[in-house]
């Protein structure tokens, strides 16, 4: 797995995280959001932290290029 924070001077009020493996295709973007309505005993285990981070990042993006996964995950930090 590859994590990169580049930065820009154009962009210095963003955080970027870009995570690449060459595992099997898989988009966790894909999957439907829990629903955090029901108490937690009445949820199925796991799916918490993708919802969490969609919830929180600007952006969130899924891609499958050259046979790597590749999320990006943008924040504006002001």
């Known amino acids: 797995m590859t994590c990169a924070a580049p930065y820009s001077e154009e962009d210095t009020l963003t955080a970027c995280l ?8 898989y988009d966790p973007l894909a999957k ?6 029901l108490p937690a005993e009445k949820r199925r285990i796991g799916g918490l932290g993708v919802y969490m981070v969609k919830q929180m990042a600007d952006n969130v993006r ?3 290029h050259d046979g790597q996964n590749i999320l990006t995950v943008r924040k504006r930090l002001q």
């Open 62 to 64: 899924y891609e499958y």
């Open 18 to 25: 870009t995570f690449a493996d060459r595992g099997v295709p």
């Open 32 to 37: 439907p959001d829990p629903d955090v309505t």
